[in-house]
């Protein structure tokens, strides 16, 4: 197996189990949202065991030298992209049900197309194009699931807020990983996240009581592993394929609002993630075919 291949593979992998680790934050969230606690108390909780771990792995390989970027810019970047992205995340589930909002911040894939093309010159093909379409309509079908009185849903627009946040921060992740080492861009990224947080809790707290520590334990520990494996997945292959790749988080969501959350999916929320996910994933194909064909003619 090339090198190449097995950076494909092993990148894909960690992906699939990123995105279902994201979806067990996104239960949490729900659950969160539920106790009434607030975006950033639920962010803070988040990040708060990472900003040690990630410390303590730089340390640990590189020594105090090791904190030094070698391009913060990147690194400045990823963590407010970050920041928009999971505190839009965790709003929206105040309102939606986990799957929606694991669909709606999931059309990330085409915004960091559109990012990378505007920034950084990346070429869009016409299929490109249309696929964005086709995911378009799979979005306005979830969008009105549950009646006309939700075409302006303001969660479902939050939602859709996420998935640029979440764009921005994989294009970024994959600019940083050429210079930063996994450890590094994590580590930054969870002390931003965590003081933008401390900075919104004064005015957005709620007690905590009982399970609900229980709750903000939860997405303390399982994003350790997802951050983890989502930096190093970026590394290894393009963000628009670690985007796809998700997806693998919907189905815990759909799973996690049947059977937990006591939530129905209507037909026309279905057939709007599935025209969602279907694009999402073709796109992925598509630019992998591309990037191959490019090489052999270099």
């Keep these: 197996m090339s090198r190449v291949r097995e950076r494909t593979v092993l990148g894909s992998a960690l992906s699939l189990v990123g995105g279902v680790l994201m979806g067990g934050v996104g239960i949490a969230g729900r659950l969160g949202a539920q106790a009434g606690l607030t975006p950033f108390q639920m962010l803070a909780a988040q990040v708060a065991l990472l900003v040690p771990v990630s410390a303590a ?18 690194l400045v970047i990823r963590t407010v992209s970050g920041f928009f992205y999971f505190s839009t995340f965790y709003w929206a589930l105040r309102g939606l049900p986990v799957a929606d909002v694991l669909v709606l911040e999931s059309t990330n894939t085409f915004f960091a197309m559109l990012i ?22 799979g979005v306005c079908l979830i969008l009105v699931q549950h009646g006309a009185h939700d075409v302006l849903n303001p969660y479902s627009l939050i939602a859709l807020l996420a998935g640029v946040g979440r764009a921005a921060g994989s294009v970024a992740t994959g600019v940083a990983g050429k210079t930063e080492p996994a450890e590094r861009i994590m580590f930054y990224y969870a002390l931003g996240m965590l003081l933008f947080s401390m900075l919104g809790l004064p005015g957005q707290w709620s007690p905590i009581e009982g399970r609900d520590w229980l709750i903000l334990v939860a997405p303390a520990i399982l994003f350790i592993p997802q951050n983890l494996v989502y930096t190093v997945a970026n590394r290894l292959i393009p963000a628009y394929m670690v985007g796809a790749l998700f997806y693998s988080s919907i189905l815990v969501g759909v799973i996690a609002d049947q059977y937990l959350f006591r939530t129905e999916l209507s037909g026309r929320g279905i057939v709007g993630m ?12 598509i630019r992998s075919r591309e990037q191959s064909v490019a090489k052999q003619h270099d």
């Design 57 to 74: 792995l730089i340390y640990v390989r590189s020594g105090v030298r090791g904190f030094k970027p070698r391009k913060p810019w990147s």
């Design 116 to 137: 990378a093309w505007f920034f950084l010159g990346h070429r869009v093909s016409r299929i490109a194009i249309w696929l964005s379409i086709i995911a378009f309509i």
């Design 274 to 285: 599935l025209l969602t996910v279907a694009a999402g994933l073709a796109l992925s194909w």
